[in-house]
């Protein structure tokens, strides 16, 4: 299958909104990760997050609109602009008809729906907001992105918990490779720091209970590791055909050329502790991709921070790159700025896509004693590699598996 162009990058996480800012706090390893203040949530387990507070700033957003959508849509009206501006796009130039819009998301919009369900319950369904069923459903951001635009090409929503925005960035690839569009917005988005939404992630069983001292509770792969913390945000990026790139004189940021997808099935809930459907996702990836094991200098780990998700994860990685795996440098850069679950995989593409820029890998936070000493872990500061390729897992509740495979341009 033709690899396609990724042409702009709309980002909006606690570690910066657009892409600038975002990579400059990126590279400098600075954590994001502090206690929720955005309501009490003292009386959680967890209740720590990264969070994004100066959104408000970026927004070019109407307060009568924003009255209408949950913050999950707005964040990726922001990345939609962001990345549409990137790209140097003109949606009016576009053909409306030929433009999808891909996105993921695992919980939909839950503060519009928390604030409108206890409205319900004081006032009756006078008390509720004509606008609740519209705001909350996982596939509204497509949907407000979609009549934000006017655009009208085919579209998907993808809900696969935290393996959500990968999987939509695949199909998405699949899609115009087919030629059946001649631009898709791809990406995802998710906003689970609300009560509600924050009570479901306390029952996942997997978040770090390390409250007083936020900055060092994510520590995937590391002896003491205790669980992930979640963070909101969004990602977009603007994909279309290299010959349209080019014919545009677009300025290609890298291109995604494989994608590979595979479930463990053994249990509704973890994975399954050998890694081997993993490591097949990762070989249809490659194979994709048409890459060889010797050519991916960076690989991008999900990076649970749960010994049975990390340990499986390394475990897959040593199926299919064996001896190689000793030389290629691997990080988990959403230690710094939360999880964020089902918009994970296109923060984690985008990081990707930096990286390579500027031959440069992001570090892991809080990495002091690997678990498992036998990858080329890049800790605590960012290390130079020259990268051509580089191989992004998600992974999802369930033993969903969904790798990607991306390169320069």
Known sequence: MEKIA?????????????????WANIKSGRSFIKKITRFDASLY??????????????????????KKIDAFSHMALVAAELALQDAGIDIKNEDPNLVGIFLGNAIGGWLYAETELRDLYL????????????????????????????????????VSDRASSLMALGYARKVLAKNK?????????????????????????????????????YRPFDQARSGFVIGEGAGIV???SIKRAQDRQANILGLISGYG???DGVNRINCA??????????????????????????????????ELWDNSEIKALELVFGNNLKKIPVSCPKSMFGNLLGASGALDMIIAFLAMEHNLVPPTLNLDKPAQNNLNYVAKESREYKINKSLIISRGRGGINSVLVVEKA
């Not at 990724?6 to 975002?22: A, N």
């Not at 996982?138 to 949907?143: K, Y």
């Not at 990762?282 to 010797?294: G, H, P, Q």
Request: hydrophobic fraction near 40%.
């Open 261 to 263: 997808t595979t479930c």
């Open 6 to 22: 990724v042409t702009g990058i709309g980002v909006v996480s606690p570690s910066g909104i657009g892409k600038r800012q975002f």
């Open 238 to 240: 603007v994909m279309e």
């Open 123 to 158: 006032e009756g369904r006078e008390g509720v907001s004509p606008y609740m069923a519209s705001a909350w459903f996982p596939a509204a951001p497509q949907g407000q992105v979609s009549i934000y635009y006017g655009i009208k090409g085919f579209s998907k929503t993808v």
């Open 273 to 306: 502790s050998d890694g081997k459907e993993l490591a097949r996702a990762i070989k249809m990836a490659l194979s994709d991709a048409k890459a060889t094991v010797e050519e991916i200098g960076y690989i991008s780990l999900d990076g649970l921070a749960v």
């Open 181 to 217: 569009l001649n631009m898709i917005l791809g990406g995802g988005m998710e906003a689970p720091v609300s009560p509600y939404a924050l009570l479901c992630c306390n029952t996942y069983g997997a978040l770090s209970k390390n409250n007083n001292d936020p900055q060092a509770a």
């Open 45 to 66: 387990p967890a209740h720590i997050a990264g969070q994004i507070d100066d959104l408000e700033k970026y927004s070019h957003i109407s307060e009568r609109l924003l």
